[in-house]
C-alpha cells in the first residue's frame, strides 16, 4: 500500500523518454504509487510497451510519439494532454540525445541541434507545464541534467556538457520565477547509467566503462531504476519545499576527489 506521504493518486505526469532507461523507470514508478500517464517519446513500440505495463496497473496511460525538439510536436502532446488529462502536476523531463565531437572540428550547426535537442526542447516543455500550473497555482517540475551540468567530462562532450549546464540554470530561474505560485522545478544530475546509448558506448570501446567505475565511489554503474524513489518524492507533496534543487544521481562521484582512492568494501 503507498504511503500517504508518497501518494500521486489524482495526479497526472507527463514523462518524455518513457519508452525506456530512465524514462521507463520513472513512469512505472509514479503509476505504482498512483498517477496517471502522458507519455511522449520518438520510440512508438517502446512507448506501447510501457504504455501496456502501466494499463495492468489500473492507472491511466496515453502515449504519444513525440520529438522533444520540434515546437510544434510539443505544442500537440500538451493539446492531446488537454484533452485527455485537463491538467498537469507533474513533468519529467527526461529525452534528449547529446553529440559527441571534438571542439575544434564541431560545427556551429551540431551545436545549435544538441541545444535544440537538450535545452530549447526542455524548455518548451517547461513553458507549455508551467502556464497550465500557473493556472492550478501547483505543480512539480523535474528536469534531467548530467554530471557534465557543473564538471567537465572531456571526450568530446563540448556541445553537450554546454547544454546541460544551460538546463540546470534554467531549472534555477524557473524555480525562482513561479515558486511564489507554488510550482517547484528541480533538476536530476545523473552520472553514467545503463541505458541503450551507454551500452553502445561500451561495445565500442570497453575499457572506457572501467575508466566511469574508477570514478564511481559506489563501485557500480547507474541502473535506470536508480531514479524511481527520487522521481516519486520530487513528484509527491513530501518534497513540497524543495525547489530549485540540484540532486546528484551518481554514486558519490561528484563527492570524490579525482585523487581519491577508495576503500576497498569488507567481506566477511
Known sequence: MTSPLFDLSGKVAIVSGAASGLG???ALALAAHGADLLLADLNEPGLKATAEE???TGRKAVYRRTDVSDADE???LFTVLDHQFGRIDFLANIAGEGILGKPEEMLLTTVQQVFQNLVFGRFLMCQEAGRRMLLA????IVNIGSLASTTALGRGHIAYSMAMGAVIQMTRELSTEWAAHGIRC???LPAQVLNPSLEKRIAADPAIEQ????????????KPTDIQGLIVLLASDASEWITGTLIPMDGGNL???AGATLRKPMHQ
Open 137 to 140: 497555482g501547483k505543480g512539480s
Open 74 to 76: 510539443i505544442q500537440e
Open 211 to 222: 575508466k566511469w567505475l574508477s570514478g564511481i565511489p559506489c563501485g557500480r554503474l547507474g
Open 255 to 257: 563527492a570524490a576527489n
Open 186 to 188: 528541480n533538476a536530476i
Open 24 to 26: 521507463k523507470a520513472a
Open 54 to 56: 502501466i494499463l495492468q
